[in-house]
T-cell receptor, first 113, second 111 residues
Framework: DGGITQSPKYLFRKEGQNVTLSCEQN?????MYWYRQDPGQGLRLIYY???????QKGDIAEGYSVSREKKESFPLTVTSAQKNPTAFYLC????????????FGPGTRLTVL | GEDVEQSLFLSVREGDSSVINCTYT??????LYWYKQEPGAGLQLLTY?????DMKQDQRLTVLLNKKDKHLSLRIADTQTGDSAIYFC???????????FGAGTRLAVHP
């Protein structure tokens, strides 16, 4: 069953801790994306990767880091430098960098205690 | 600031048609999208339209694109309670498929 999976569904973090959100896809997609969603707002792009071992900052990359060591995996680390990390995080992928339609995972809700 | 705008809330009676509107400022987008988000879930791609089209119909969904006015709409015929969700309009920006989203329209369907 092909698709995009994100884990965990809910994540709680104490202030000052780093946490890593998982995103895995078995769609054989080249490009992957991380978005952040806040209540009453649209999604904003954090990081994206068009190919393995390459990634670029999006609009709100400060306080976040990513890696792309494998085609199917694009983990996002929320560092202690992110001042307001409580949000819903969504991962997406597309077949290739020039293929437009993005498909989304189910999301991870991060809450800072 | 945001260059994709949507009204935030729409309430319709079950069985009626729903029309969700979206305006955007950048006319260079090749594709425009409608996504649906149910509570606590990810985004589900509903439909999309290429910029050289005026209309696209897919079962109960009709997308209208007015390029002159930079206006996109999504019509849902025979709206059901299962259609209650947040609907996002989005456009492509840049060579790496960055999506620019509106803030979303919350559709509430009542009996």
């Amino acid at each position: 069953d092909g698709g995009i999976t994100q884990s965990p569904k809910y994540l709680f973090r104490k202030e000052g801790q780093n946490v890593t959100l998982s995103c895995e896809q078995n769609l054989n997609h080249d490009a992957m994306y991380w978005y952040r969603q806040d209540p009453g707002q649209g999604l904003r792009l954090i990081y994206y990767s068009q190919i393995v071992n390459d990634f670029q900052k999006g609009d709100i990359a400060e306080g976040y880091s990513v890696s792309r060591e494998k085609k199917e995996s694009f983990p996002l680390t929320v560092t202690s430098a992110q001042k307001n990390p409580t949000a819903f995080y969504l991962c997406a992928s597309t077949l290739g960098p020039s293929t437009d339609t993005q498909y989304f995972g189910p999301g991870t809700r991060l809450t800072v205690l | 600031g945001e260059d994709v705008e949507q009204s935030l809330f729409l309430s319709v009676r079950e069985g009626d048609s729903s029309v969700i509107n979206c305006t955007y400022t950048d006319s260079s987008s090749t594709y425009l999208y409608w996504y649906k988000q149910e509570p606590g879930a990810g985004l589900q791609l509903l439909t999309y339209i290429f910029s050289n089209m005026d209309m696209k119909q897919d079962q109960r969904l009709t997308v209208l694109l007015n390029k002159k006015d930079k206006h996109l709409s999504l019509r849902i015929a025979d709206t059901q309670t299962g259609d209650s969700a947040i609907y996002f309009c989005a456009r492509i920006s840049g060579g790496y498929n960055k999506l620019i989203f509106g803030a979303g329209t919350r559709l509430a369907v009542h009996p």
